[in-house]
C-alpha cells in the first residue's frame, strides 16, 4: 500500500489541465487561406487582410475626401456568416476584425464601399 501525498494530487491535476487544454490551443493556432471580393465602386479604398492565428484582421484606408461606409461579409464556413459595418474618415485607417470560434481553412470577404451618407 503506497501512500500518496498532496503533492501527487496537485501535480495530476495540473497534468489534466494540461492535457485537456492543449487541444484548445492546437484548434486556434491554424493556418487558413483569405479570399477578398471589393467592391469598391469607383472610390480610392485600400483593403488589405492581415491574417494572424485564429483572427482575421481587414485594414481599410480611405484615400478619398469623403468619409466611406464599407460593410464587410466573413463567410468562413463552418462558422455561421458574420457581417460588420466599419466607417472611415477621409485619410484615415480603420480595422475591422473577425475571430475564430471554429476552424475554418478559408475565409472569404465581401466588402463593399460607399460613400457615407451624413
Known sequence: ??????WFHRSLGICV????????AEAIAQTYSVNVKPTLNGLDIGVEPVAQSGV??????NKTEQKVRCDLRYDAAPQP???????????????????????WLSVDVV???RVAEQ
Open 111 to 113: 466588402v463593399e464601399c
Open 56 to 61: 482575421l484582421v481587414m485594414r481599410l484606408t
Open 17 to 24: 489541465v494540461l492535457a485537456v487544454s492543449m487541444p484548445a
Open 1 to 6: 500500500m503506497s501512500v500518496r501525498g498532496p
Open 81 to 103: 456568416l458574420y457581417r460588420k459595418t466599419t466607417y472611415v474618415d477621409p485619410g484615415k485607417t480603420e480595422q475591422s476584425v473577425f475571430r475564430a470560434k471554429r476552424k
